[in-house]
């Protein structure tokens, strides 16, 4: 532990800051009222700042969450739905399962609190991986996909878990997946040595973050490998499907990370720049994307969607209820999916335009949204930024309800008419079928992820790296909590500062320094990242490896 007086002064310039750090002094007061009273002092301290994100914030450690930034973004939440993109041979139903997968990807604000993770220091990485069951299909197309664990029954029923270990909560009950175990690996897993299933004989236990049922993540668990099984005890007749993920810290001013995903065996991809920027306005933070984030990428290397790809943009979030210490998240603007590539000239593209919330009044979290059709070469729907001004005879499918609860959908019929038109507009005009269920969100919850152990992860990262901060957080130690996380951040403002005195420039390791298509790509060594993340050991069998789990060690094992 770092003595007190070793301990680096929170006034110590960052050379590479863009402006003069924003500090708020620790409370005496471990409780809520400390807690607000120091964020009604950060409030405060930030106004007429044009982007708190670029600055450097420096915070006392007891208004942190004890889990590391690039653990606690990744856009996969529900892997399962992310896995399950490229199961349809319809390309219409693909993109009805990549829109469910963008209302799922971030379902930690929708069950849990906002919080405030650790800021990531410049070479921090991480990487995780998810062994999930598949979503099964149901036989009418119209229905949503039958999800196999980590959901409750709708409305105000009580989550179905068991827990184990003390591990968190155990599947429900598993039935046979939709797909098939002989499914088209992708391009990056093509090139693997990685064939066998990975060895169900780990030398230590994995570690998986588990958060409550309600995704609070200030209940973050660092305890032993979720070994569940369904409530029926029959999950392990269930192949799974592993998902992987690695991401980076590359610049530190501004803040931006890369990461990438991959389902090799179901032939999936995603890549993409994390930066967002942050602004007090009132008693509300507007976030939005930062220059560097031009949304998500997501590539189908094989089976029915094979050069299908999917751009998913972000929309603007608002953290609400500062003052009153009962913070709140509305979401504004639109989202725009769109799809290129594939094997037809006419494409999809999806609009979601969020409601804006009244400031009278309790929030709706409303949405509306349309699939609409559009023709390869033309650009005539770039303008087409709101779902009022898609024509209404290129409209295939409108959708509406709230992204926190349920969300409804339709096919539509077409008229001779051109005009622009608002979704409600098209559901009266157009011949249209009966509505289904798209998603109910409320019926979700967050899937844990599983995450190498201490004593085998690098010293830079996530876990190993912000250890000694998360343990005492924990423990409620804040003062030692604050000790070190200020070592921490003081040791990368040295290191910053040699490279500058040498005149050498940070590399990063698992991405290429260019970012600027949004698209990162990986180096040698993110490549090897990858592929050990996917040859670590599993409990269960997994599809797309030759040989059933147990019977011979993989690639990591």
């Known amino acids: 532990m770092p003595a007190a007086e070793d301990c680096p002064k929170d006034d110590v310039v960052d050379i590479d800051a863009p402006g003069p750090p924003i500090s708020v002094p620790d409370s005496s007061d471990g409780g809520e009222g400390g807690k607000l009273k120091m964020i009604i002092a950060l409030v405060k301290k930030s106004l007429g700042v044009k982007d708190i994100a670029a600055m450097r914030l420096s915070l006392p450690a007891s208004l942190l969450e004890p ?6 973004w990744h ?4 892997p399962d739905l992310f896995a399950a993109i490229n199961d349809s041979d319809d390309p219409f139903e693909r993109m009805l399962a990549v829109i469910r997968f963008t209302f799922t990807k971030d379902l930690k604000f929708i069950h849990g609190k906002i919080c405030k993770p650790y800021n990531s220091v410049l070479g921090e990485h991480f990487r995780a991986h998810w062994d999930i069951i598949p979503v099964e299909t149901p036989s009418d197309p119209n229905h949503p996909p039958i999800l196999k664990h980590y959901t409750t029954s709708p409305a105000c029923s009580p989550p179905i878990v068991a827990l184990v270990n003390g591990a968190g909560p155990s599947e429900t009950a598993s039935v046979k997946s939709g797909k098939s175990s002989k499914s088209t690996r992708s391009g990056l897993s093509a090139l693997s040595k990685v064939g066998k299933s990975p060895s169900t004989a780990p030398t230590s236990p ?6 409550n049922v309600d995704a609070q ?4 668990s660092l305890g032993e490998n979720d070994n569940t099984g369904s409530a029926d005890g029959d999950s392990d007749s269930v192949a799974r499907v592993r998902v992987v993920y690695v991401t980076e810290q590359v610049s530190h001013h501004p803040p931006v990370s890369a990461y990438y995903t991959s389902c090799p065996a179901r032939s999936l991809e995603m890549t993409g720049i994390d930066q967002i920027t942050a602004k007090v306005s009132g008693t509300t933070l507007r976030v939005a994307p930062g220059s560097h984030n031009k949304g998500i990428y997501i590539n189908i290397t094989g089976g029915p969607g094979e050069g299908e790809k999917y751009h998913i943009t972000h929309p603007i979030a608002s953290v609400n209820g500062i003052l009153r210490g009962s913070f709140y998240l509305t979401v504004g603007d639109t989202t725009i999916i769109t799809c290129t590539g594939g094997k037809s000239g006419q494409m999809l593209r999806t609009l979601i335009d969020y409601k804006e919330e009244s400031w009278l009044g309790k929030a709706h979290f409303l949405l509306e949204g349309v699939i609409h059709t559009y023709t390869i070469g033309d650009t005539e729907h770039e303008a087409w930024t709101k779902v009022r001004h898609v024509p209404q005879s290129r409209v295939v499918a409108i959708f509406d309800g709230s992204w926190k609860h349920h969300i409804k959908w339709r096919r539509t019929g077409s008229t001779n008419s051109s005009a622009a038109t608002s979704a409600s507009d098209v559901t009266s005009t157009a011949e249209t079928g009966e509505y289904s269920t798209l998603l109910d969100l409320s019926t979700l919850k967050v899937i844990p992820k599983t995450v190498r152990p201490i004593e085998r992860q690098f010293s830079n990262e996530s876990r190993k790296l912000w250890h000694d901060v998360t343990t ?28 500058k005195r040498q005149g050498v420039e940070f590399i990063p390791l698992y991405f290429e320094k260019d970012i600027s298509s949004g698209t990162p790509t990986l180096t040698r060594e993110g490549l090897k990242a990858v592929e050990d993340e996917l040859g ?10 030759d040989e059933p789990a147990g019977k011979s060690a993989g690639v990591g094992s």
């Open 67 to 72: 889990i590391p930034n690039l653990e606690y």
């Open 206 to 211: 994995q570690q998986t973050v588990e958060t």
């Open 536 to 545: 670590e050991s599993s409990p269960h069998c997994l599809e797309g490896y």
């Open 472 to 499: 005492r957080l924990i423990k409620k130690e804040y003062g030692e909590a604050t000790k070190y996380k200020l070592a921490i951040e003081q040791k990368q403002r040295d290191e910053a500062a040699e490279r």
């Open 217 to 220: 993540m200030s209940d973050l």
């Open 75 to 78: 856009y996969l939440d529900r």
